[in-house]
């Protein structure tokens, strides 16, 4: 019963393929959602923060405390408070996105080549070219190359959050499954998780050679 045969859990991808796919569409919705509002928000506070010391002062001792703390931590105390599961969900994978983000980008831009600001002062660019025509250019190839880091960690932190209080996705399926003791369709679950982070690996690699053709990945 706990190691099932590798036949049975195949034929799970047959019998339960719907079940599956609904899983793997909500669970990619949602990671989907905290992804991209943790990067924007993580990159253009760490840009507005890097860039003006006084900002940065302040914020930066708070980011490098957050930003090793697992969000997953807070996840119990989200799901209580969120009005939805799902805005629950999204909001720990915010979170788990938005302050190593909101870090890296300031440590992005004090690492830029003084050359580039002296020029940029001297053309007496405003805050908001600086940050839209300089400093944002200089971070986004970093952010795009460590894309396949936060999306298998953001895979982590929702399937996580799945197993707590969903009734729909991939971490859904596993610990449903594992309640009842269907070990083959525990392993079947995994599986679909294992395929979706190969998937997303696959994916995001491919747009790091069209976005970023200089580099070789």
């Known amino acids: 019963m706990l190691v099932p045969a590798l ?9 339960d393929w719907m079940e599956m796919l609904q899983g793997i ?17 993580g990159t253009m506070l760490g840009l507005i923060c890097g860039w003006k010391q006084k900002l940065k002062e302040v914020f930066y001792p708070i980011a490098n405390v957050l930003a090793p703390i697992p969000s997953v931590v ?20 915010l979170l788990g996105i938005f302050w190593p983000t909101f870090l890296k980008t300031i440590i992005s831009v004090e690492s830029i080549d003084r050359n580039i600001i002296d020029l940029a002062l001297t053309l007496k660019f405003s805050d908001t070219a600086m940050i839209f025509q300089v400093l944002l250019p200089y971070t986004w190839p970093g952010m795009i190359k460590g894309l396949k880091v936060t999306l298998t960690t953001a895979v982590m932190m929702l399937t ?4 707590m209080g969903s009734t729909v ?6 610990v449903n499954y594992n309640t009842y003791g269907n070990y083959t369709k525990v392993i079947a679950g995994i599986m679909v ?8 690996s696959v994916a995001v690699t491919y747009i790091q050679k069209k976005v970023i053709k200089w580099k070789n990945y």
């Open 169 to 174: 996705g991939m971490g859904y399926y596993i």
């Open 160 to 163: 996580f959050a799945e197993m």
């Open 25 to 41: 569409l909500n669970s990619l919705e949602l990671l989907l959602a905290g992804v991209l509002i943790g990067l924007a928000l």
């Open 7 to 15: 036949e049975n859990v195949f034929d799970m991808f047959r019998t």
């Open 193 to 200: 998780v294992a395929l979706v982070v190969t998937g997303l």
């Open 74 to 93: 807070f996840a119990p105390y989200v799901i209580a408070i969120m009005p939805t599961f799902r805005s629950a969900s999204v909001v720990v994978i």
